[in-house]
Nanobody, 124 residues
Framework: QVQLVESGGGLVQAGGSLRLSCAAS????????MAWFRQAPGLEREFVSAISLSGGTTYYGDSVKGRFTISRDNAKNTVYLQMNSLKPEDTAVYYC?????????????????WGQGTQVTVSS
């Protein structure tokens, strides 16, 4: 079993930055692909970014390309999401997810473990 705990969310003004962290415990996630998704009220869960086991392959949703960067530190069992140039439409609960393979995918159904989420609010 894997437990994922997100942190780093909060309230920020438009144009600002936040860095989210996802710390894993239980079975090591150093062999898992990882991802971030987000969900705003009344909307479906949206893919944000994903990273392969090695970190050599990354994916981004169209709405965050060029602004967000995903990275991982396998020694610390932690995945990060650096979010720059934040916009009010980035406001959502951000979820970390882990997949029991080395290859990342962009669909939520492809992930086996989920964190509880961290709220990100961007004011205009």
């Amino acid at each position: 079993q894997v437990q994922l705990v997100e942190s780093g969310g909060g309230l920020v003004q438009a144009g600002g930055s936040l860095r989210l962290s996802c710390a894993a415990s239980g079975r090591t996630v150093s062999t898992y692909a990882m991802a971030w998704f987000r969900q705003a009220p009344g909307l479906e869960r949206e893919f944000v970014s994903a990273i392969s086991l090695s970190g050599g392959t990354t994916y981004y949703g169209d709405s965050v390309k060029g602004r967000f960067t995903i990275s991982r530190d396998n020694a610390k069992n932690t995945v990060y999401l650096q979010m720059n140039s934040l916009k009010p439409e980035d406001t959502a609960v951000y979820y970390c997810a882990a997949r029991r393979t080395s290859v990342a995918v962009t669909t939520a159904t492809g992930y086996d473990y989920w964190g509880q989420g961290t709220q990100v609010t961007v004011s205009s």
